[in-house]
């Protein structure tokens, strides 16, 4: 079975920063991207690329803050996170899917076990 592996979660001051990573060997050819789960909240969408590595997209909430990138020869991609904001705080899951706009609209078919990122003020 593929498997996403995350890493990088923690807990962090306002305004500081961390980086995710979440690896996938069996998912070179995918697009791959993070989500977010707040409690009581829905999964929201936070980032993907393609990938090549070529294209992304950043959903607003975190655009100038945050930033995917992927090393297509360590099958990993990244999530470089500054300015952290306590409503940032949440599970953050890795996603895997065909492409970028099956990803984007949440039908990515692999999941990640959630790293958890908490911003204290």
């Known amino acids: 079975q593929p498997r996403l592996e995350e890493s990088g979660g923690g807990s962090v001051p306002a305004g500081g920063s961390l980086t995710l990573a979440c690896a996938g060997r069996a998912f070179s050819a995918w697009a791959m991207g993070w989500f977010r789960q707040s409690p009581g909240k829905r999964r929201e969408f936070v980032a993907a690329?393609?990938?090549?590595?070529?294209?992304?997209i950043v959903a607003e909430a975190v655009q100038g803050r945050f930033t995917i990138s992927r090393v297509t020869a360590e099958d990993t991609i990244y999530l470089q996170m500054d300015s952290l904001k306590p409503e940032d705080t949440a599970v953050y899951y890795c996603?895997?899917?065909?492409?970028?706009?099956?990803?984007?609209?949440?039908?990515?078919?692999?999941w990640g076990q959630g790293t958890q990122v908490f911003v204290f003020s």
């Open positions: 690329i393609t990938w090549t590595g070529g294209d992304t």
């Open positions: 996603n895997a899917a065909p492409s970028i706009r099956v990803l984007r609209a949440g039908n990515g078919t692999f």
